[in-house]
């Protein structure tokens, strides 16, 4: 059995569900704004109900049930669609305003425990403290889940309570109880998130970076160029490849090698913001506008330094066309470094580089 087709349900588990505790985080002022005039809203909403009468608070009860719970299933479906990973500012917005809510919610659940009408004395119901307990429980360790489960608490309500006539009063009650506790376990796992969050930052940013020059390595690139097809924006990828690093090696050692290759590196991100270690004697830069413009002036200012320090750089670059893929735009620029390399050294896409027309 091949492994794409052994566990379908891996798109669901993969999702990263720190995004969600750190972006709430990082917004909590506004979280906690929200909450509160959702709760005074729904507070002057359920006593205008109630002066309509009880059959028109358990109409519009159900009808905003039934509203949450398409609004946490539209939740878990952008959830999947994104794999829990935003890219941009106003994907992280949505992914917010869906993802509060969707947590929030779950307090559906506990009013379709209050419908069991099991109490403790006349107004404590039993399974509305299990449910409570195991949905924060839940949140702490998975959200995914239990927003799933606050999704089908909200159906639960609409076909089962409001059918049967058991949504009570007291939900309303519950419903500003379980909210309560809910913030108390979001802020335990955000202050987790909080204390740990700097040191995964370092690590990831240790695991982006190349040790020896400490520009971007083939991860960031990747991660990088993505972003720019993205972007929409127009950019050029450069390559550039030492020529010779072996003989280098094998005449002078690997410590100098390993000098021409941090220097080279020093005289690239110098110039370029988007410089990246692409392989053992292999660089590539993104190249934004401002840099494509003067392109040529700078690869050779870079490729002199580098001629002085007793080395050879060969260059090739090509410009991303929209709609063109990742795939495309390397085979590109990995085809006109070939063509400079086939012809000699120190060339660019094949040409000798010098200073004619250059400003």
């Known amino acids: 059995m091949k492994e794409g087709k052994k566990r379908p349900y891996r798109k669901f588990l993969s999702i990263d569900h720190r995004l969600l505790g750190e972006s709430i985080f990082e917004n909590r002022r506004p979280v906690l704004w929200t909450f509160l005039a959702y709760m005074v809203v729904s507070a002057l909403y359920a006593g205008i109900l109630f002066s309509y009468g009880h059959d028109a608070y358990r109409y519009a009860l159900a009808a905003i049930y039934l509203a949450l719970s398409l609004l946490s299933l539209g939740g878990s479906l952008f959830v999947y669609l994104t794999k829990g990973f ?213 690869l050779l200012e870079i490729k002199e330094a580098v001629d002085r320090l007793g080395g050879s750089l060969s260059f090739g670059s090509h410009p991303h066309v929209p709609g063109a893929t990742r795939e495309e735009v390397i085979e590109g620029v990995d085809r006109h470094l070939y063509e400079s390399k086939a012809r000699g050294k120190g060339l660019y896409n094949g040409e000798e580089l010098t200073y004619d027309g250059l400003s």
């Open 86 to 298: 935003p890219l941009d500012g106003k994907t992280v917005k949505l992914y917010i305003g869906f993802s509060i809510p969707f947590q929030v919610l779950g307090a559906s659940l506990s009013s379709a425990a209050t419908c069991l009408e099991l109490y403790i004395g006349a107004t404590i119901p039993v399974c509305f403290f299990i449910v409570s307990v195991s949905l924060l429980f839940l949140f702490l360790t998975d959200p995914w889940l239990s927003s799933a489960l606050s999704a089908l608490g909200c159906l639960s309500i609409v076909i089962f309570g409001h059918v049967l006539g058991l949504i009570t009063n007291d939900d309303i009650y519950n419903f500003a109880l379980f909210g309560l506790f809910l913030i108390i376990a979001a802020w335990a796992r955000y202050q987790f998130i909080a204390d740990s969050r700097e040191k995964r930052l370092s690590a990831n940013r240790l695991s982006l970076k190349d040790d020896l020059t400490g520009l971007g390595n083939r991860r960031k690139f990747e991660l990088d160029l993505e972003q720019a097809i993205h972007s929409g924006l127009p950019f050029s990828l450069v390559m550039a490849d030492l020529d010779g690093l072996k003989s280098l090696n094998d005449e002078r050692g690997h410590l100098a090698g390993d000098e021409l290759i941090k220097e080279t590196a020093s005289a690239l991100g110098k110039r370029f913001e988007q410089v990246y270690r692409y392989g053992g004697d292999e660089f590539i830069i993104i190249a934004n506008p401002h840099e494509q413009k003067r392109l040529k002036k700078y």
